[in-house]
């Protein structure tokens, strides 16, 4: 799967994809992480991608035409739907994650910054708008980086067993519900006992305990 990010800080990402899962599933060829900046779309002799909004009020828009030209670059490079990281986006969930992946064999996430993006862009270009919770972030860089870990688990090859991805939190082995609590060595830490069901060798009897304690 190809994840093309549009963005004006593409260095925040570098850190972030370049480890653990994400940096071997690239090296391994089953998913590709691309960054844009989008300032080096700007006719701007300053390179600005912003200014103040009509009708007033606090804060400064991101302009359309930076915006509009890096998407119809990219799109020559990506055909995925362009989606547009927001508050005001539908909520991330598991299953949706999961419906992105199976659906899609690319994308082109947009993030934005202070108070967002001039409206046509979205009318003209954005295909689907994402949110990752109720709360406002200073940009949609944290988001795009939720949003490519949260797919790529579902693409095969990633987490190397498929069933991880279904036997974990919100997953079709917990109905939906977040997973158990779990314990590893020592059996007892600061005074505190691993319970003694999860020490007992008795697997039919630790997964009704499992059952029973999910969240």
Known sequence: MRFDVI???PEMLSSYIGESILSRAQKEGLIEIHTHDLRKYSKDRHQ???DTPYGGGAGMLMTPQPLYDA???VKKLNKGPVVFMTPQGQKLTHTRAKRLARTNDSMILLCGRYEGIDQRIRDMLV?????????VLTGGELAAMVVID???RFIPGVLGDMDSAEDDSFGRRFGGKKEYPHYTKPAIFKGMQ???VLRSGNHAEIEKWRMRNLK
């Not at 295909?127 to 709360?135: A, H, Q, T, Y």
């Open 7 to 9: 963005t004006i800080f």
């Open 48 to 50: 600005k991608v912003d």
């Open 194 to 196: 691993v319970p003694e």
């Open 127 to 135: 295909d689907m708008e994402v949110s990752i919770g109720d709360f």
């Open 150 to 152: 949260a797919v790529s």
């Open 71 to 73: 998407i119809t670059a």
